[in-house]
DNA sequence: CGGCAATTTGAACATTTTCAATACGGGTGG
DNA sequence: CCACCCGTATTGAAAATGTTCAAATTGCCG
């Protein structure tokens, strides 16, 4: 629960890697930094995992080859700050997405072998769970959810639930591949939003008008 | 990688819990056994984490409410051996969704504070790792992948992911919210799988006649 | 043997996807 | 600094797909 947030990672005594290992404490944090660029490719699916990553800024992409047509490929999902990246390396001899910079991003790696070792002995309870969940995770492919109501109406939610952080960088298509729609239904939705007044549109830029307009066309619990 | 797989679980021995306890060796595990008939309700979203359980048999259904309609829920996941439950209890007052039998199970849980101790000193990289992990995984609200096929693709696809095991007890209803889709839509898209030979289906069993058939239905890397 | 609930089927309807054309916005080179 | 170009986003109209609602069927259970 006392996870960092989004207070931003500044550096080893404020990340929880950093204080896992002891930093400032006269641990000594094997993770190293590394700085990627925008556009940049940290791992990509099926090639060998051999890199765990822990993302102390900024925002990435994962995504997934579609399996109709392997050379397109759907994202599933973004991650930011705290997160990990590639843990399916303690499980898995590949990764099984790829994860891509959205923005420039500040990242922790070391190789499996090194994580492996920073996690301490295997078959402690704590590695377990860890291992059993990654296990379940990896093994069940990414599904989609039951109709969860209308375009518009999955757009609405889905500007509501908006981390501000995250939300700048997201290009049409990962977003409206998320709310499983192509980009020109998340375009249409997202220009009735604006028609009715509900939000604020243009290219590259979003904002919330009238929130509670919002909420009642994401139907929730209605008013 | 060696994780408890199909072999099944018999005893603590066995069980990757019981043996990350040391059971054998001179330990104790701390979770204790229950045997719960189908049907039954083990969690429910919303309500009070005050348990983490690990299945050792049986199969059980992850749901969560429709933000549309509170009264309806759309499954989301299946569980089986190897899986816990509810760890969601680690990081979060409430659980983040329904947990219900689909078979007869027989769970090992523990309290929260219970499993708490058992994972061992707080601050560990382990912990914090298994920490992240589930912060993240409960922050991000179920996402419907992107559209990847028609309903009939996607059906294919699953009837060949299928693991033998799991596939008996899952009610249509299921199903088909799992794979993004009203359960007509399933019935039609099975029964158009059956109607060119692919699979044998009845009410209530199912059987794949023609791999090879099914594999191209799917649009797997094309033949 | 009846009743019930889940599943299947049918037909009309609504929505989303598709395909194609157009408009932007940013970056590049003059 | 401005014109040009390219990729992304938007818009339009038609077609395909999935959903809805209702009715019929089936298997299960008391």
Not at 121 to 146: F, N, S, V
């Given at each position: 629960m006392s996870i960092a947030a989004s207070i931003g990672i500044?550096?080893?005594?404020t990340c929880p890697?950093?204080?896992?290992?002891?930093?400032?404490?006269?641990?000594?944090?094997?993770?190293?930094?590394?700085?990627?660029?925008?556009?940049?490719?940290?791992?990509?699916?099926?090639?060998?995992?051999?890199?765990?990553?822990?993302?102390?800024?900024?925002?990435?992409?994962?995504?997934?080859?579609?399996?109709?047509?392997?050379?397109?490929?759907?994202?599933?999902?973004?991650?930011g700050e705290g997160a990990?990246?590639?843990?399916?390396?303690?499980?898995?001899?590949?990764?099984?997405?790829?994860?891509?910079?959205?923005?420039?991003?500040?990242?922790?790696?070391?190789?499996?072998?090194?994580?492996?070792?920073?996690?301490?002995?295997?078959?402690?309870?704590?590695?377990?769970?860890?291992?059993?969940?990654?296990?379940?995770?990896?093994?069940?492919?990414?599904?989609?959810?039951?109709?969860?109501?209308?375009?518009?109406?999955?757009?609405?939610?889905?500007?509501?639930?908006?981390r501000?952080d995250?939300?700048?960088?997201?290009?049409?298509?990962?977003?409206?591949?998320?709310?499983?729609?192509?980009?020109?239904?998340?375009?249409?939705?997202?220009?009735?939003?604006?028609?009715?007044?509900?939000?604020?549109?243009?290219?590259?830029?979003?904002?919330?008008?009238?929130?509670?307009?919002?909420?009642?066309?994401?139907?929730?619990?209605?008013?």
């Amino acid at each position: 629960m006392s996870i960092a947030a989004s207070i931003g990672i500044t550096s080893c005594a404020t990340c929880p890697v950093g204080r896992a290992s002891g930093v400032g404490r006269g641990g000594h944090c094997p993770l190293v930094d590394r700085t990627r660029p925008a556009g940049e490719w940290i791992y990509v699916e099926g090639e060998p995992a051999g890199t765990i990553w822990f993302v102390k800024r900024g925002t990435l992409v994962l995504s997934r080859a579609l399996r109709d047509d392997a050379s397109r490929e759907s994202p599933l999902g973004v991650r930011g700050e705290g997160a990990f990246l590639g843990l399916e390396a303690l499980v898995r001899p590949t990764y099984t997405d790829t994860a891509r910079a959205l923005t420039e991003v500040k990242l922790c790696g070391a190789s499996r072998d090194v994580f492996d070792a920073w996690l301490g002995p295997p078959g402690t309870p704590a590695r377990t769970a860890l291992e059993q969940t990654l296990e379940h995770a990896c093994a069940e492919p990414p599904r989609a959810a039951g109709p969860d109501g209308t375009a518009l109406r999955r757009v609405a939610r889905w500007l509501l639930e908006l981390r501000q952080d995250r939300a700048p960088a997201i290009p049409r298509r990962v977003t409206s591949n998320l709310l499983g729609m192509v980009p020109e239904t998340l375009s249409r939705a997202l220009a009735r939003l604006a028609a009715v007044g509900a939000i604020d549109v243009s290219r590259r830029s979003l904002r919330i008008r009238d929130r509670g307009l919002l909420a009642s066309l994401a139907g929730e619990r209605t008013g």
